[in-house]
């Protein structure tokens, strides 16, 4: 049974109440990208949940950052998280629909860590395929909402399936944005790569510039990229 609570250097995560429990790829989602913000001052967190991902950013930026929300159990546990970090100033819980949300100003940078396991085996419990499934928010439906509020020189972040990232790469070219770096995730040098952490902009780069990050050496450990990303996360971990 997953803890009632998560525990980082800086902020705890509460996810008794919320349907999807910290895990180690959105952890990795959040450290790396929060290495690509820049100098962004608004940020929009596409399905926040426990507040993980947003919290991951606000440690790392200065930036102003939306986290919406369309579960109402994880709203509220979400709403907890920040109040109780020394960020909860620059960080605003929204319960909508993504599709149905907008801003009166367009995001620097947008995160997400979507429903990906569309026509994979789904959970007889509805709630859990809404979050971990696309059945309520499709790949090409996130697209458009991230179209709708990301400023023209933006950039988004977001966790992928690694068999189904080509299937997204097409699917944002339509939509003209273009794959910019891309993280290929292992579990140890001996696995095959199962997550990709995607970085995009509506601007073509010369050269798509490609990493990979293993979790663990093969002799268990974690590896030395993967305690330089998650060294100011994670407890117990430094270089």
Request: hydrophobic content about 35%; aromatic content about 10%.
């Amino acid at each position: 049974m997953p803890n009632s609570y998560f525990q980082l250097k800086q902020f705890v995560i509460q996810q008794d109440r919320s349907t999807m429990k910290v895990c180690t790829d959105s952890c990795i989602l959040g450290a790396w990208t929060a290495l690509q913000l820049g100098h962004a001052k608004t940020i929009l967190d596409i399905g926040t949940g426990t507040g993980l991902l947003a919290l991951m950013l606000a440690q790392k930026s200065e930036g102003a950052i939306d986290a919406v929300e369309s579960d109402p159990e994880s709203v509220g546990q979400a709403m907890e998280n920040i109040r109780e970090t020394p960020w909860s100033d620059r960080i605003r819980v929204v319960e909508k629909d993504v599709r149905d949300y907008s801003n009166d100003e367009y995001y620097d940078f947008i995160i997400t860590n979507p429903p990906f396991f569309e026509s994979d085996l789904h959970s007889p419990v509805f709630k859990k395929n809404q979050v971990k499934h696309d059945v309520s928010l499709t790949l090409d439906i996130l697209l458009n909402a991230i179209s709708k509020n990301l400023k023209p020189d933006g950039h988004f972040s977001i966790l992928l399936p690694h068999h189904r990232t080509a299937y997204f790469d097409n699917l944002a070219i339509t939509n003209k944005f273009f794959l910019q770096k891309k993280l290929v995730v292992r579990q140890t040098p001996a696995h095959a790569p199962f997550r990709s952490i995607c970085l995009y902009g509506y601007q073509k780069p010369s050269d798509v510039i490609s990493e990979e990050l293993n979790i663990k050496e093969n002799d268990g450990k974690y590896s030395r990229g993967f305690t330089f990303i998650m060294r100011d996360y994670y407890l117990n971990l430094e270089i």
